[in-house]
């Protein structure tokens, strides 16, 4: 009930397309959902996170897309560009039980954008 | 502003043997999180410590443990290490108890032998 399943594994997309990631969630305490970007050699840096009471959030090119119901986020890169090429990870955490502090990873999804 | 720095940046150890890794925590945060990342595995936690205390531990075996100093650096200490323990470990830090949102170091990427 902890798991953050996300898809898909790996994304190739044109330049100027639109890269979608899809995250889905089973505990409904879950309360605030990050996604993270890791390029290669490099630590995850957060790039926007959204708290369920809001169905959407935008920042940039990139928008996230939440919906309670059916337990389910996602990432949109709009207009993708090539320095998009990055692991994705979706994530959840809550402040309580055995997920206080700790933040669930989804299992990444690798993004290549061509030229 | 500093963010979150860790030490070394390459450890290669044997099995048997231990490992000390180290992080500082961008300033003013009192959080310093454990993740691993092993191949194909994804990021997993490993442990919390908020002032000076462990809050909250993965499922790990006992042989990893850490502590935090008085400064909110920290360390991580792997016992016993195993060839399965190869792997990127991460801290992160945030700005105390109640606040999600962590910022990670470039981590330390471990290969044991």
């Known amino acids: 009930q902890q798991q953050v399943k996300q898809s898909p594994q790996s994304l190739i997309v044109q330049k100027g397309g639109i890269s979608i990631i899809n995250c889905a969630y089973e505990?409904?305490?879950?309360?605030?959902f990050p996604w993270y970007q890791q390029f290669p050699g490099k630590g995850p840096a957060l790039l926007i996170a959204i708290r369920p009471d809001v169905s959407e959030k935008k920042e940039g090119r990139f928008t996230i897309s939440f919906n309670k119901s059916a337990k389910q986020f996602s990432l949109h890169i709009m207009d993708s560009q090539p320095g998009d090429s990055a692991t994705y990870f979706c994530?959840?955490?809550?402040?309580?039980?055995?997920?206080?502090?700790?933040?669930?990873f989804g299992q990444g999804t690798i993004l290549t954008v061509h030229p | 502003e500093a963010g979150v720095t860790q030490s070394p940046t390459h450890l290669i150890k044997t099995r048997g043997q231990q490992a000390t890794l180290r992080c500082s925590p961008i300033?003013?945060?009192?959080?310093v999180y454990w993740y691993q990342q092993a191949l194909g595995l994804g990021l997993q936690f490993l442990l919390w410590y908020d002032e000076g205390e462990e809050r909250n531990r993965g499922n790990f075996p006992p042989r990893f443990s850490g502590r935090q100093f008085p400064n909110y650096s920290s360390e991580l200490n792997v016992n016993a290490l195993e060839l399965e323990d190869s792997a990127l470990y991460l801290c992160?830090?945030?700005?105390?108890?109640?606040?999600?949102?962590?910022?990670f170091g470039p981590g330390t990427r471990l290969l044991v032998l």
């Open positions: 300033s003013g945060h009192t959080s």
């Open positions: 505990n409904t305490a879950f309360d605030y």
């Open positions: 992160a830090s945030c700005a105390g108890q109640g606040q999600e949102t962590q910022y």
């Open positions: 994530a959840a955490t809550w402040a309580g039980g055995t997920s206080y502090g700790k933040l669930t």
